[in-house]
């Protein structure tokens, strides 16, 4: 079976604070990769990253960066200087080859003026 | 952005009465996807197809079928809408299933209310 959980419902930060969301995930998949979608206000969903779990390597883009570790099973996502618009809900998403993606329940950022 | 549109964006209709939701690509993926999205849950998968009358169920099917006559077009439909199937339905596309370009591109959405 598959899991992904994101423990935290719901953060609030001021602007210009550093926030991070938490992922773990469970699998028995050897190749699996991990996903991050955001949704704003608007309910769009905009893929932000794919890593496969052959990659430990974190990456950094702009504000935004991932650590991915296997040990733990988590694949964090960091924030940087938030900023209004970072304001949203983040996915954090398994998949493994098998049909679809398996979705975590979300994690609402809220970053305040 | 990927070239996904659904229709309609927003709809309400009565318990028993049949939808149709459509979902269209002009990215020439083979795979496409329907999810729906409820609060706690994320989204989960209803069905999914790979390729041109080749479909599958996923997690939360029931109720729901599905059509696909042609790459570009995906349909979803409840057969007699129930007010259990109130949510916002995402359709979703990619390249492949395999190694590469597995990545996920959605649809802006749409929302359904079941009175």
């Known amino acids: 079976a598959q899991k992904v959980t994101q423990a935290q419902t719901e953060i609030s930060v001021v602007e210009k604070e550093d926030v991070t969301l938490d992922c773990v995930y469970e699998t028995r998949d050897t190749t699996y990769y991990l996903f991050w979608y955001k949704q704003p206000p608007s309910g769009e969903l905009v893929f932000l990253i794919r890593r496969n779990s052959f990659d430990e390597q974190n990456e950094i883009s702009g504000r935004y960066s991932w650590n991915f570790q296997k040990s733990t099973s988590s694949f964090n996502f960091t924030i940087t200087a938030s900023q209004v618009v970072d304001s949203a809900v983040y996915f954090c998403a398994l998949y493994t080859g098998r049909r679809a993606l398996t979705f975590g329940s979300g994690t609402r950022l809220q970053v305040q003026p | 952005d990927a070239g996904i549109t659904q229709s309609p964006r927003h709809k309400v209709t009565e318990t028993g009465t049949p939808v149709t939701l459509r979902c269209h690509q002009t990215?020439?993926?083979?795979?496409m996807y329907w999810y729906r999205q409820d609060p706690g849950h994320g989204l989960r998968l209803i069905h999914y197809s790979y390729g041109v009358k080749d479909t599958d169920k996923g997690e939360v099917s029931d109720g729901y079928s599905v059509s696909r006559s042609k790459t570009e077009d995906f349909l979803l439909t409840l057969e007699s809408a129930t007010s259990s199937q109130t949510s916002v339905y995402f359709c979703a596309i990619s390249e492949s299933s395999g190694r590469d370009n597995n990545e996920q591109f959605f649809g802006p959405g749409t929302r359904l209310t079941v009175l």
């Open positions: 990215e020439n993926h083979r795979y």
